[in-house]
């Protein structure tokens, strides 16, 4: 008994010193937004900075010479960056995402004090403390513009109840919590934090997680509902990235509050228990108390590329400087710049401008053409073309469906055997037709001298006559 | 050159616009660092890829007539407006980019591997809907805008998503910008092609001479036929053809054509015509040159 009593004498005067020591520079900084909005504008990037003490008040009065930013792309180190304003207390008065984080384990159906186990007595289970505890908060919450969100948790995350503004969801979520399957009894506290956080990403405007537990962090080894793990620091380090401050309430005697108070206090909460319901019903002014006392700091961003910046701002009050980092988005639509650069790749100018000399070069103009016929057979939407020159020694061509013409058409029943003929003399091409008249620029005629481009209709083919292109002819 | 020609023309043209651009447009992004700030950084690789494709557009036209007229006329308002373009495309691009790409950039972490590359090809489509609109407003047509804005769409998309999905597969590749700019330059010319192909509900086909088998679409309410690199249907290297010898009016459905007072006259299936409507398959003569006229 006596050591005992001893070894507890002195595990407080360690935990008194813990605290004691940790209190003195326990002064916590996050970045609760980035609004990088008018960097294409102006270049400038907004900082929402919220300072806290380890009660999770805000430090007030600090000013510009307090703060120190820095920049530079992800794995760089940062480089200073000049503060361009700096202001204070700045309301946003958007309302506040409030995630609710509740214990469901199996050891939330036991009393306080962690005797009984298997009570029927709902009045001393600590969940009902807890419903309690979420009742008169949410009676606190006047803003509606407010939003109030709530997971259940043990051995995975049991119900999720979305970000709204309707209270009265929240409160049937509560009542319709039920109690754990032995198997599930786990309490996955730091994996579901995490996941908190990431789910409160999408939010915009100021975002707070409360968790409310009874215990300790009681993982199951190889959980399948999270297969990879990120434990508390993994926990802490995204809910400071994401600049969300968490609140803790322990629900029993036995909370694991040397835990729940550091995540509390690394992301800027405050840690309650359960049996101090005067100081519960001030969190929620708390929090708000919080986020009015905002500090927001407007800086010049780099230029260097990067897909994401890493913005890093060291506070400095009296004790140690504390720091805190958050990402913003700076992509640009080209991406990356090349590793280096090489001058090789203008090459591809002469390249192209050769291109481009070629491609003026197709414009099918024919220098030099012999007097030829076209044959335009239209099948379907496709039409053949088929040219037949005329050498200078033809003096009559015939055209025709027959076999023994200079010009055939063949497989149309309406082509006589010979229709026309075509005589050449000197250069001047007269067609005269066999028999019935034939179609020569859609007129009938017996007889015509061909004009270059003069079309011979012959059922449905167009048989064109081209005089040909001597150099005289269309010289500029 | 048929229709369908041009309309590949128009695509090689928008080809050799992304090459011309991609070495200086790699150099400034070398460079960016150096730049004071992210807009200034944006406009001027608007300006320089815009500039390049503005002037590619803005010849082919000229190209196609062979009038040097049109190409350096080309030239200079695929300058102003491919510069215009770039410039309001890329800083628009951007804008947007770093809009949806925070959006995304805020969501849960499996959402932001698929939409941070899509929300760099969104930028792109903007900046290629912007240069699609300069070329297709050099012609104060509002289809020829539509289209334009179709083929920066969805050349900008495929363009921006090739990049993407290079640097994934090939981070060391670095001609992935250059295929990118290719893919872009490409559907905008071809797009711009197609609806010129389609607004035509006319079109012209010489039957012989120099350009034999050139197919001119007829697009505007009044196209001019002559010897003037001026004219729509520019026809140099043909005999007996005044500077503007005839003109055929859209007035419905129908299309008038008359004659402009020419001394050796036009001619539709052979007879002497001052105000003819014309009908599909007639044959014009405008001096030597001899036309097909074609409705669809």
């Not at chain 1, 908060?137 to 995350?157: A, H, Q």
């Not at chain 2, 491919?82 to 959402?111: D, E, H, M, R």
Request: a positive charge; one cysteine or more.
């Amino acid at each position: 008994m006596k050591v005992r009593k001893s070894v507890m004498l002195l595990c407080n005067i360690c935990l008194i010193l813990f605290f004691s020591f940790s209190n003195a520079f326990s002064e916590s900084i996050r970045i609760s937004q980035i609004d990088s909005n008018s960097l294409l504008l102006n270049q400038k990037i907004k900082v929402y900075l919220s300072v806290t003490d380890e009660n999770g008040k805000p430090v007030k009065d600090l000013g510009i010479d307090n703060f120190e930013i820095f920049e530079s792309p992800e794995n760089h180190t940062g480089r200073e960056r000049e503060i361009l304003a700096f202001e204070k207390g700045v309301n946003i008065n958007r309302g506040i995402n409030l995630l609710l984080v509740l214990d469901n384990s199996g050891s939330m159906y036991w009393d306080g004090s962690g005797k009984i186990k298997n009570s029927t007595d709902q009045e001393i289970w600590r969940i009902t403390y807890a419903k309690e505890a979420i009742t008169s908060l949410l009676k606190e919450i006047k803003n509606p513009l407010d939003r109030v969100g709530l997971f259940t948790f043990n051995v995975k995350i049991d119900t999720e109840t979305a970000l709204t503004t309707d209270r009265v969801k929240i409160v049937k979520a509560i009542i319709e919590i039920k109690k754990p399957l032995e198997e599930e009894a786990y309490t996955e506290l730091y994996e579901t934090l995490y996941q908190a956080v990431n789910y409160l990403r999408v939010s915009k405007g100021r975002k707070i997680i409360i968790v409310l537990s009874d215990g300790q962090n009681f993982p199951l080894d190889k959980n399948p509902h999270f297969p990879e793990r990120y434990g508390i620091e993994g926990a802490i380090d995204s809910a400071q990235k994401e600049g969300i401050s968490v609140f803790t309430i322990g629900l029993s005697k036995k909370a694991d509050r040397k835990n729940l108070r550091r995540i509390a206090e690394e992301t800027g909460g405050a840690y309650f228990s359960v049996y101090d319901p005067g100081r519960l019903e001030d969190l929620y002014n708390m929090i708000r108390d919080q986020i009015l006392n905002e500090y927001l700091v407007t800086y010049s961003a780099g230029m260097e590329p990067a897909e994401k910046k890493l913005v890093k701002v060291s506070f400095r009050d009296e004790g140690m400087p504390v720091e805190t980092e958050r990402f913003y988005y700076s992509g640009t639509i080209f991406g990356f710049p090349p590793e280096r650069i090489d001058y090789l790749i203008f090459l591809i100018i002469p390249v192209s401008a050769g291109l481009l000399w070629l491609l003026s070069m197709i414009k099918f103009e024919k220098k030099k053409v012999v007097p030829s016929f076209s044959v335009r057979t239209s099948t379907g939407r496709k039409t053949v073309v088929h040219t037949i020159p005329v050498t200078a020694k033809s003096s009559a061509i015939t055209i025709g469906a027959g076999g023994s013409t200079d010009i055939t058409i063949a497989g149309d029943p309406k082509i006589a055997k010979t229709e026309a003929k075509i005589i050449n003399k000197n250069g001047v091409f007269t067609i005269t037709s066999t028999a019935s008249p034939i179609t020569v620029n859609n007129k009938p005629v017996k007889t015509k001298v061909l004009r270059s481009g003069d079309l011979i209709q012959l059922g449905d083919t167009g048989v064109v006559f081209d005089m040909g292109v001597t150099d005289q002819i269309g010289k500029r | 050159m048929s229709l369908l020609m041009r309309i590949v023309f128009f695509g090689l043209a928008g080809i050799i616009g992304g090459m011309l651009a991609w070495p200086f447009a790699e150099v400034i992004i070398y460079y960016q660092a150096d730049f004071p700030t992210l807009l200034i950084f944006n406009a001027a690789l608007g300006i320089t890829v815009g500039l390049f494709m503005g002037i590619c557009f803005g010849m082919s036209e000229g190209l196609i007539a062979v009038s040097k007229e049109k190409i350096k006329a080309g030239i200079i308002m695929g300058i102003i407006t491919g510069i215009i373009g770039g410039l309001a495309g890329f800083v628009a691009g951007q804008a947007a980019l770093l809009y949806i790409g925070t959006t995304f950039f805020n969501s849960n972490y499996s959402f932001q591997k698929i939409g941070i590359p899509v929300s760099r090809a969104i930028g792109w489509a903007i900046f290629g809907i912007c240069i699609g609109v300069a070329h297709g407003l050099r012609n104060m047509s509002l289809a020829k805008v539509r289209n334009g804005i179709i083929g920066g769409f969805v050349g900008g998309i495929l363009g921006g998503l090739a990049v993407e999905y290079m640097r994934i597969y090939s981070p060391e590749n670095m001609f992935a910008r250059l295929v990118g700019l290719i893919i872009m330059g490409f559907l905008i010319g071809m797009f711009y092609g197609l609806i010129e192909n389609r607004l035509a509900k006319a079109s012209m086909q010489l039957l012989n001479g120099r350009y034999k088998g050139k197919e001119f679409p007829i697009t505007g309410r009044v196209t001019n036929i002559g010897r003037s690199g001026k004219t729509e249907i520019g026809i140099n290297g043909y005999t007996n053809v005044a500077d503007v010898h005839t003109l055929i009016k859209k007035e419905g459905n129908d299309f008038i054509l008359t004659d402009a007072g020419s001394k050796p006259g036009t001619f539709v299936n052979d007879d002497r015509a001052e105000r003819v409507r014309l009908k599909n398959g007639d044959i014009i003569r405008v001096g030597e040159a001899q036309f097909q006229f074609r409705k669809k």
